[in-house]
């Protein structure tokens, strides 16, 4: 859901030396990397997930809480200088409601936010059972990110977009992250930075991601997870666009 600016804990998998992680096969890093995110059978069992914490943005700190549900709903709700905002997929429609726009009725989403709401919807994301969600994954070799050695892994999504993965060579968790996205009708590059992984209910993940958009006028945006629930009960209606004539 959620690449390197600190390890806050003991992490599961052994550490590699570098000669044995250019030595590794696809299957090999794979597995690394499930055992180092609490195990795979923990995130096939993995339904639903809320996230509270902060969003940081060019001095703005905005509040959010991020739901999550299986088989790929989203909602996010963010609050600035006192205004709510909602985006949200049900698994085949996004919608929002923007105040800041002077919008407070829900709307449809632009189909370029759609897209990167059903990817990031994804609960467990792409490496997780990727031949049964379609993805195809590549090992292409390590290379340095910021100073740490990292496996690279292309992957190329059921609708043909490609992400790169780098997974840390020692602890096979990810580090780095992103890819082409399209963003206001134009293709822009985007990467994530993870880090502070923590231990929640044997699942690790990464509570600090931070967002780096080449040539984004609004600057890098950091997220940082204060606290994050496990398979708690969020109701599908959450996720689902209201009827404007019945009011929020």
């Not at 923990?42 to 703005?60: C, E, F, K, P, R």
Request: charged letters at 25%; one cysteine or more.
């Amino acid at each position: 859901m959620f690449r390197k600016l600190a390890f806050a804990t003991a992490l599961l998998a052994l550490p590699l030396s570098g000669a044995a992680a250019q030595q590794k096969t696809l299957d090999q890093v794979l597995s690394c990397y499930y055992d180092a995110i609490g195990g795979l059978q923990a995130w096939q069992n993995l339904n639903s997930m809320v996230a509270y914490g902060t969003m940081s943005m060019s001095g703005i700190q905005a509040p959010f809480v991020i739901y999550q549900k299986r088989p790929q709903k989203e909602r996010i709700e963010f609050t600035i200088q006192g205004m709510t905002g909602i985006q949200a997929f049900d698994g085949e429609t996004g919608w929002m409601v923007m105040p800041f726009a002077g919008s407070t009725t829900p709307e449809k989403m632009p189909q370029d936010q759609v897209d990167q709401m059903k990817e990031e919807a994804a609960i467990d994301g792409p490496l997780v059972d990727y031949k049964k969600k379609g993805v195809q994954v590549k090992l292409i070799g390590t290379e340095d990110v910021e100073g740490t050695q990292a496996y690279r892994l292309d992957v190329t999504l059921k609708s043909g977009d490609v992400r790169f993965y780098d997974l840390d060579t020692d602890y096979c968790l990810p580090i780095r992250t992103g890819g082409k996205v399209e963003q206001d009708d134009q293709t822009v590059e985007v990467e994530n930075i993870s880090g502070d992984y923590k231990s929640v209910d044997g699942l690790v993940i990464a509570h600090s991601i931070q967002t780096r958009t080449k040539g984004a006028p609004q600057g890098d945006r950091t997220m940082t997870i204060d606290s994050l629930k496990i398979n708690v009960p969020v109701p599908d209606s959450m996720f689902v666009m209201p009827d404007t004539t019945k009011g929020m």
